[in-house]
Every structure is written in C-alpha cells, then in structure tokens.
C-alpha cells in the first residue's frame, strides 16, 4: 500500500486549498477512504470519510460545510477541496485507509496545509 499526499501549502484565512492523495498498490476502488489532520501539539483528528462509490460522505462538524471530499476511481486518487480556511485548520493532512482483513491502518507521509495572514 502507497499513499501520497499533495496540495498542501500556506494559504490566508478565507483561501482555499485542494489536496490529493495518490494511492497504489491495492484495489482502491474497494475501499472506502479518509482524511484525518494533526494539528501542532494536538493528537489526530478524523475529518471526513468517502465511500467506495464516492456517493456517500461524512465530514466532522468542525469542517461541514466548508470541505469536500471526492474520488476518481479510474484515477485511484482521492480528493478534498478545502473552502474557507481558518487558522484553525492548520495542520498535516493524511489520506488514511483502514482494511478489516486482514486488519491494517495505512497512512501517507503527509502534506502541510498553514493558514496564515
């Protein structure tokens, strides 16, 4: 399993970002996905999860509303559109995949997102 972010980068509050994350190495279009950050000093926090058809997604209230994620399957990436940045959604973000069998927890290396004026 491969998983690599991009996208990150400093952006001022009110801005907007559009992170991807490559996958490979597994069937992609069989699993459902997410994206989870960590802020400086702070543990991981979950942000939203799509389903295998991209039909189905669910966010954390602190972005709903704001973020956007999506899929392409033939692409075997994943997507999350990040509207109205606050600084508060300063962090690293991870493309996360999670398998039931056998058990796994897969992550990329992360990429930066700053918002900052």
């Known amino acids: 399993v491969q998983l690599v972010e991009s996208g990150g980068g400093l952006v001022q509050p009110g801005g907007s970002l559009r992170l991807s994350c490559a996958a490979s190495g597994f069937s992609f279009r069989i699993y459902s996905m997410s994206w989870v950050r960590q802020a400086p000093g702070k543990g991981t926090e979950w942000v939203s999860t799509?389903?295998?058809?991209?039909?189905?997604?669910t966010y954390s209230d602190s972005v709903k509303g704001r973020f956007t994620i999506s899929r392409d399957n033939a692409k075997n990436t994943l997507n999350l559109q990040m509207n109205s940045l606050k600084p508060e959604d300063t962090a690293v973000y991870y493309c996360n995949l999670k398998t039931a069998i056998p058990r796994g927890d897969y992550w990329g290396q992360g990429t930066q997102v700053t918002v900052s004026s």
């Open positions: 799509i389903n295998t058809s991209g039909a189905g997604t």
